[in-house]
C-alpha cells in the first residue's frame, strides 16, 4: 500500500483536528486536538466525561477514531481492545499549542513521541503545570491510572507516593536551552516524576522525513510541516496568519513549500466562513489600546485569552509608555516565567502579580512558586483600589470575581479578544456586561443594546486582530505553493475553496474519509 491520509476530525469544523498520515508502514498525526463543537453536543461546564472511565466515555460517544493507539492505563475491562483498529503511529506532528489541536494528546500511549517547536513544548507543560488537570491534557507528562480492586471497569489514579508522573518524550526543532531542561525536569506536584527526554530532533528520530517552518498564529511556537512521502510531499499549514509579527516567517514558509511540487496541501480555512475580511495588526491593537489606556485616568483592565502571550506583551509596551504597571494573574506570571526558558527574555520582572484572596495552605504548589519568587513584586487587591489609575490589570471574564475586592470606580475594560461567536460565548458577554455596569466600568471593543427586550452585541474592530490568514490571503497561498490536491481543514465553509478554486484539486472530505496517494 502507498500513502494514506485519513481524516479523522475536524474537516468542518473550527478544530479538533486529528489527521492521520501513514506511508509504507510508517505513521505520524499531524496533530490530535480536542472538538469543542462536537464535544459540547454532549457536554458543558458542569457536565463532563468521567475521569475514572479512562477513554471509555470519549470513545463511545464516538469523539476519538477507533485506533489502538490509546494508553493501555485508561482502557477499563469493559471496553475491549478488539474495537480498536492496529494503525501505525510513531509520533505526533504538533503545530501549536492551542487545545484544538493538541488537546486529546494525553491519552495517547506514552511511547509516542512529540515533535514541536522549543515554545511549544514550553507552553504545553506550563498549560499543564497550572491546569486543573483532566486526563486529555496529559500532554507532556502524566499521572498513571489503575483499575481498582473491587471495580475493574474504574479506573483511579496510582499513588502519588509510590508512582511518579512519567514524562513523553519530545523531540523539538532545534535545541532545548539549560533553562528549559530544567524547567522540563520537574513538575510543581507532590507525586515525583521522571521527565520524559526532550532533545533536538535529528533525521533519524523522523518517523518521515520533514521540514518544519515557524509561522504567525496567535500563540508563539507555531509551526507548519512539510512531510516528505515515497508518494511525494504532504504540506500542512496548522494555523497562520500573514499579518502579525512573524508575518514574514509565514511567507517564507510558503516560498519554500511552493519549491517542493507538493502532492497535497491540508489548509486551515478559519474565517472563510466569516464576514471580517479586514486584517488589523497588532500594532494596530497597540495603538488602539494605547489610545484608550492615554484617555483614562482610572483603572484599566485589559481583557484577552491567556495563551496569547504577544498580546501581554503588547499591554505590557502600552504600561510602560503611560507610566503604569501591569498587574498579571499567578498563572500569567508561571508562563513569562516558563517563555523565558526558550527565549531567555525576562518579562516576568517587568509585572506585578496579582496576590487573589485565598489562604495560603489553599494555594497549589506551582502558584506558591510564583508568589515565592516574585515576592517583591506581587501585588494585594487593596494596593490597585487605593491608586487605581497606576495600573492596568490583565484580568479575562474568568478573573472577574476578584474585582469584588478592588471594588472599582470607573475606569476601561478594554475587551482585546476575539468576539462571541456561539450562543454560549454570548451569554458570556452579557454576563461581563452586567459586571462592568456594576463597576460603572466603560467597556471598550464592544457594546450591548437592548431593542426592543432583544440583546444586541457589537464588537468593535482594531482591539483584537485574527490569529488567521484572511480567505483572499490563502487563495494566494494556495496558488503558490500549487499542489495537486487541496484538503481544507479547519472550517466551516470548506466549499469557499472549491467555489474560487475551480481546476485546483480540492477535496471536500467529511470526518473519516481518506485519501490515498500512489
Ligand atoms: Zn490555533
Redesign the pocket.
Known amino acids: 500500500m502507498g500513502t494514506t491520509l485519513t481524516f479523522y476530525d475536524g474537516v468542518d469544523t473550527i478544530g479538533g483536528t486529528k489527521i492521520h498520515l501513514e506511508s509504507r508502514g510508517r505513521g505520524i498525526l499531524l496533530d490530535f486536538g480536542q472538538n469543542f463543537k462536537n464535544e459540547s453536543n454532549f457536554y458543558e461546564e458542569y457536565l463532563k466525561p468521567r475521569s475514572t472511565r479512562g477513554i471509555y466515555d470519549y470513545f463511545t460517544l464516538g469523539l476519538l477514531p477507533p485506533l489502538d493507539i490509546y494508553r493501555e492505563d485508561l482502557i477499563p475491562a469493559d471496553l475491549a481492545r478488539k474495537e480498536l483498529k492496529a494503525v501505525d503511529l510513531d509520533g505526533v506532528l504538533v503545530t501549536?499549542a492551542?487545545m484544538?489541536?493538541v488537546g486529546y494528546i494525553g491519552l495517547l500511549k506514552r511511547e509516542i513521541p512529540i515533535f514541536s517547536s522549543p515554545m511549544s513544548a514550553a507552553i504545553l507543560k506550563s498549560i499543564q503545570d497550572t491546569g486543573v488537570g483532566g486526563v486529555p491534557r496529559e500532554i507532556a507528562y502524566m499521572k498513571e491510572r489503575e483499575r481498582t480492586e473491587d471495580e475493574d471497569r474504574v479506573l483511579k489514579s496510582k499513588s502519588y507516593r509510590k508512582t511518579p508522573s512519567s514524562g513523553r518524550d519530545f523531540y523539538l526543532t532545534s535545541r532545548p536551552s539549560e533553562e528549559l531542561l530544567d524547567f522540563w525536569s520537574d513538575t510543581p506536584s507532590r507525586r515525583g516524576h521522571e521527565a520524559g527526554k526532550l532533545s533536538e530532533v535529528n533525521e533519524n528520530d523522523k518517523p518521515l522525513p520533514f521540514q518544519w517552518f515557524e509561522v504567525s498564529?496567535?500563540?508563539y511556537g507555531a509551526t507548519a510541516y512539510c512531510v516528505k512521502t515515497e508518494d511525494g510531499w504532504i504540506v500542512y499549514t496548522g494555523?497562520l496568519r500573514f499579518h502579525g509579527k512573524k508575518g514574514d516567517k509565514t511567507k517564507k514558509f510558503v516560498k519554500e513549500a511552493s519549491k517542493l511540487n507538493a502532492k497535497v496541501l491540508i489548509t486551515e480555512g478559519t474565517r472563510t466562513g466569516r464576514e471580517e475580511t479586514e486584517n488589523e495588526t497588532e500594532e494596530d491593537v497597540y495603538q488602539n489600546c494605547l489610545t484608550a489606556t492615554e484617555s483614562e485616568d482610572n483603572l484599566v483592565i485589559g481583557d484577552f485569552s491567556p495563551r496569547n502571550l504577544e498580546r501581554l506583551e503588547t499591554f505590557l509596551k502600552i504600561a510602560e509608555k503611560t507610566g503604569r504597571k501591569l498587574v498579571a494573574t499567578t498563572k500569567d506570571g508561571y508562563a513569562l516565567d516558563s517563555l523565558r526558558c526558550v527565549d531567555g527574555v525576562d518579562r516576568a520582572s517587568r509585572v506585578r502579580v496579582y496576590k487573589d484572596l485565598t489562604v495560603w495552605k489553599r494555594r497549589r504548589k506551582w502558584e506558591k512558586q510564583v508568589l515565592e519568587k516574585f515576592e517583591e513584586q506581587t501585588i494585594d487587591p487593596q494596593e490597585i483600589s487605593k491608586n487605581p489609575g497606576q495600573y492596568i490589570l490583565c484580568f479575562s471574564f474568568w478573573d472577574i470575581k476578584n474585582l469584588l475586592d478592588i471594588m472599582p470606580e470607573g475606569g476601561s475594560y478594554i475587551y482585546s479578544t476575539s468576539e462571541a461567536y456561539t450562543e454560549e460565548q454570548e451569554l458570556d458577554v452579557e454576563r461581563l456586561w452586567e459586571w462592568l455596569q456594576f463597576f460603572n466600568l466603560k467597556a471598550v471593543g464592544f457594546e450591548l443594546r437592548k431593542e426592543n427586550g432583544e440583546t444586541k452585541l457589537d464588537f468593535k474592530k482594531g482591539y483584537h486582530c485574527s490569529?488567521h490568514a484572511a480567505p483572499d490571503e490563502l487563495l494566494r497561498m494556495i496558488e503558490e505553493i500549487d499542489p495537486e490536491i487541496v484538503v481544507p481543514v479547519h472550517t466551516e465553509d470548506p466549499e469557499f475553496f472549491s467555489e474560487n478554486l475551480e481546476g485546483r484539486g480540492v477535496e471536500i472530505l467529511q470526518d473519516g474519509d481518506r485519501i490515498e496517494l500512489g
Open positions: 501549536h492551542h484544538d489541536h498564529h496567535s500563540i494555523d490569529g
